[in-house]
């Protein structure tokens, strides 16, 4: 099994930063693919960022130029940098991990931007 555990969440004002973090817990299998997803009220689950075990990073459109998604694989941990916040990002998020080809969910953090 493993254990996926987001912290970071908050409210800010528009324009501020808030940095997540999502630290994975697992004894046998390897992480691989990690990522950020979002989802605001009456909306879809949608991708924010996701970076694979090489490094290789994906953003959506609507976040390109404000966040950066980092990971150590030492410490399965990956973090979401975000900065020039907006109203409009406002929503859970949530961290996904990806080990044995089996995803794996955090509990969600959510974060509130005030404008």
């Known amino acids: 099994q493993v254990q996926v555990v987001e912290s970071g969440g908050g409210l800010v004002q528009a324009g501020g930063s808030l940095r997540l973090s999502c630290a994975a817990s697992?004894?046998?299998?390897?992480?691989?693919?990690m990522g950020w997803y979002r989802q605001a009220p009456g909306r879809q689950r949608e991708l924010v960022a996701a970076?694979?075990?090489?490094?290789?990073?994906n953003y959506a459109d609507s976040v390109k130029g404000r966040v950066t998604i980092e990971r150590d694989n030492a410490k399965n941990t990956v973090y979401l940098q975000m900065n020039t916040l907006k109203p409009e990002d406002t929503a859970v998020y949530y961290c996904?991990?990806?080990?044995?080809?089996?995803?794996?969910w955090g509990q969600g953090t959510q974060v509130t931007v005030s404008s």
């Open positions: 996904k991990v990806v080990a044995a080809w089996r995803d794996y």
């Open positions: 697992s004894i046998i299998f390897s992480i691989n693919d």
């Open positions: 970076i694979t075990s090489g490094g290789s990073t």
